[in-house]
């Protein structure tokens, strides 16, 4: 549960900063300029998670196979048998 309020915590904190670099950059009324500016707000935000969710899910599978690898060898079973 941690992990998923620190990812959700810091996607929200770079999806906000792109944001606010967005409004300083396109400073417009126009219709199309909200849409913009909520397309990069949620993109950030869908990316930062993305990223986050495969390299936890990358950390997690390397420790499995570390578990995996212990266990085997405390039952005297290889991989090959």
Request: aromatic share 6%; net charge positive; glycine share 12%.
């Amino acid at each position: 549960m941690g992990t998923l309020l620190g990812i959700t915590l810091f996607s929200a904190a770079a999806a906000l900063t792109v944001d606010r670099v967005y409004t300083a950059v396109v400073d417009s009324a126009g219709a199309a300029a909200h849409v913009g500016r909520y397309a990069a707000f949620t993109g950030t935000w869908t990316a930062v998670t993305a990223a986050s969710t495969m390299r936890g899910t990358s950390k997690s599978a390397g420790r499995l196979k570390k578990r995996i690898k212990s266990v085997r060898g405390i039952i005297g079973r290889t991989k090959d048998k």
